[in-house]
């Protein structure tokens, strides 16, 4: 009796993960495997083979889309840990424990927006006619307005300030967790400042900073409005070309192709850095 | 105030002449927050190869003076020698006291090699050197063939080992250890607490160990100094503590005391006539200043009570309200007529009592010490 109850209880819990899983993520991804894998010879009319992939690599402008949005996203994600570490170790250790839920709060604030309004905060800022380039114009130092917009600096910009926080969150609940004693015995046995960060903290901190930089990059990879609204025509981003192909072009089957590519891309990516830095997931985004 | 009654007692064999022949001394060190005094014109010597013990209750300031001897806490006012040189001025990663943390702080992401290696590494010594080192150090703790265990792979004792280890191997001229039995199980402690004294004697370096626990500090001591509020109340040996105590705070905290207070009557010499509280009289040694009319505490340790027949000295009558039995540490709880319970312990009496029995406690008035009353 007990255990059927104990039995329909754990039934009861997993159906709606299950059905989460399975419809939205898993018949999905079966399907847009399914569709990259097809190949159409007429109205109606298709045939199996990996035509869609070798359609792919044949076409340059497609590759270097994929590999520029993979370095890019690389690029954000180390630029989101160089200035997320600070504010992140700040928060953990050096705020006082009244200004410490403050500080995360605020960290929080930009959440509280949608991605579409926040990255048109930053076109307002960085538009021809927006405050930065009016500001300066005024003041004399530049004599025609610039436009700061459609470039690969804009987008960059943007986007770590959309993912920043996710670097940020990881970080703070790893370094709350080291003991201030470990500190103080790294500076004991004679290490410098120096030393005490190298062997004692970015160590301590590793599975934060590596499950920052997991849930980060595939953000990165991922994010569609903030590299398409900032960085315009000349900011080609990967999700940018599944779209065209998807809604402008119609042609789902390579739409699918380039969805299972960024998926198997963006995996292999993470597989590298865990292997790396001698990291696995369950040290890290499945810490508790 | 302290430092003469360090120098009379510090062993002789340590002896050098000129102030370099402390590996530690402060003078008149105080240490303020804002308006809170944590440690108030503190002077100490230690004598090289010594194992001198702070002990006092939480909150008494000790941790904050070893704090400002590793160099985390700057000291407001007075100075800090390590043999000889002051170092209020260098910083923590220069000096060469090492410190056992109260929780070991063992680096958890690293082996124990790794640990121990870690001062090393920070000299700059060369890769065959350190393995030598750590291999050595790890020998003379107990514990050869560890090196690449990981630490939680450790048991409580093992930890305490490779946290003195990881601080040894580095040769410090001052070894500090702040509480580090606090954690660990009693039996393993009382363990430790030998085993603490027999690395000591093995290093010959200077320990200066920080505990609330009077038997920790009694036992491993050449020299201890109590704590409270900030100062220190007595430095001497342990027994020189036990024996003769200087203050209330001191008779009270080292060792166990029945404490009666009362109201001196009259004196003649340092002997007192007490009036208790509770009411009764008894007769005791005043060892302050305390006079006629004062205020005062009589301390009596269970083991200078008697209750055999025949005593000269103090007696006052009373009945057994129950036995402790605790092995060789076994007391019986006497309750005199006047109403106060006393602990005493009478090896050769504890057998034959039984609930109820009328008794007589006595005692020599020179064993029952009269001080003025703690201000709590």
Redesign the interface.
């Known amino acids: 009796m007990g255990r059927d109850a104990g039995r329909l209880s754990l039934f009861l819990l997993f159906t709606p993960f299950v059905l989460w899983i399975g419809l939205l993520i898993v018949l999905p991804q079966i399907g847009i495997g399914y569709v990259s894998l097809r190949e159409k010879i007429g109205i109606n009319e298709f045939s199996f083979g990996l035509k869609n992939y070798a359609d792919f690599f044949n076409e340059p402008i497609y590759r270097n889309t994929l590999l520029r949005t993979a370095w890019i996203s690389i690029l954000v994600t180390a630029l989101a840990l160089v200035i997320g570490f600070p504010v992140a170790y700040y928060i953990a250790k050096i705020a006082k424990e009244r200004s410490r839920a403050a500080l995360f709060l605020m960290c929080l604030i930009p959440l509280w927006v949608s991605d579409l309004v926040r990255a048109y905060g930053w076109i307002v800022l960085l538009r021809e006619t927006g405050v930065i380039s009016t500001v300066l114009l005024r003041l004399g130092i530049i004599s025609t307005p610039i436009e700061m917009l459609y470039n690969d600096v804009t987008v960059i910009i943007g986007l770590v300030y959309t993912v920043i926080l996710f670097m940020i969150v990881p970080l703070v609940s790893t370094l709350q967790g080291m003991?201030d004693?470990?500190l103080?015995?790294?500076?004991?046995?004679?290490?410098?400042r120096f030393?005490v960060f190298r062997?004692?903290i970015v160590?301590?901190a590793?599975p934060g900073i590596v499950a920052g930089c997991i849930i980060t990059f595939m953000l990165t990879a991922g994010s569609y409005l903030t590299p398409v609204l900032l960085g315009g025509k000349n900011s080609s981003w990967f999700t940018e070309q599944i779209y065209n192909q998807f809604i402008t072009r119609y042609n789902w089957e390579a739409g699918a192709t380039f969805g299972v590519l960024l998926l198997l891309f963006t995996s292999l990516v993470v597989w590298a850095g865990l292997m790396l830095t001698g990291q696995s997931l369950a040290t890290t985004v499945a810490k508790d | 105030m302290s430092n003469g009654a360090v120098r009379d007692d510090a062993p002789p064999s340590t002896a050098t002449e000129g102030p370099a022949m402390y590996d530690l001394s402060c003078s008149r060190v105080t240490k303020k927050f804002g308006a809170f005094t944590a440690v108030s014109d503190v002077s100490l010597d230690i004598p090289s190869g010594s194992f001198f013990s702070i002990l006092g209750p939480s909150g008494c300031g000790k941790t904050t003076l070893m704090r400002m001897i590793a160099g985390f806490e700057t000291p407001s006012e007075g100075d800090i020698k390590i043999k000889g040189e002051s170092v209020v001025a260098v910083p923590p990663n220069r000096r060469n006291v090492k410190m056992v943390f109260q929780h070991l702080a063992l680096f958890p992401m690293m082996s124990v090699g790794e640990n121990i290696a870690y001062g090393l590494r920070c000299r700059g010594e060369s890769r065959a050197e350190i393995g030598k080192k750590v291999a050595g150090i790890l020998d003379r703790v107990g514990l050869p063939g560890t090196t690449d265990k990981r630490i939680e792979q450790l048991s409580g004792g093992q930890k305490q080992r490779i946290a003195i280890a990881r601080c040894m191997v580095l040769e410090p001229d001052v070894l500090l250890l702040d509480e580090p039995l606090g954690a660990l199980d009693l039996k393993l402690r009382e363990h430790m607490k030998i085993e603490l004294k027999l690395l000591q004697h093995q290093f010959e370096t200077t320990f200066l160990y920080i505990t609330h626990d009077q038997s920790e500090a009694l036992v491993m001591s050449d020299q201890v100094a109590v704590m409270n509020a900030g100062r220190f109340e007595q430095i001497g040996s342990p027994k020189a503590l036990y024996d003769a105590p200087v203050s209330g705070f001191v008779a009270g905290f080292v060792g166990d005391a029945n404490c009666l207070p009362g109201t001196i009557a009259d004196m003649s010499g340092t002997e007192a006539r007490v009036m208790l509280d509770d009411g009764g009289a008894v007769v005791g040694t005043v060892s302050d200043g305390s006079t006629v009319g004062d205020a005062v505490e009589l301390f009596l340790r269970p083991e200078a009570l008697s209750l055999r027949d025949g005593e000269d000295g103090m007696r006052v009558a009373g009945t057994v309200d129950s036995l402790l039995f605790n092995g060789a540490n076994s007391r019986i709880l006497v309750k005199i007529d006047t109403g106060q319970m006393i602990e005493v312990a009478d090896p050769s009496h504890t057998a034959a009592m039984a609930e109820g029995d009328p008794v007589s406690v006595s005692w020599r008035p020179e064993r029952a010490r009269v001080f003025a009353r703690r201000t709590r």
Request: net charge negative; glycine share 16%; aromatic share 12%.
């Open positions: 003991d004693a470990l103080e015995a790294g500076y004991n046995l004679g290490g410098s030393t062997r004692i160590p301590y590793m």
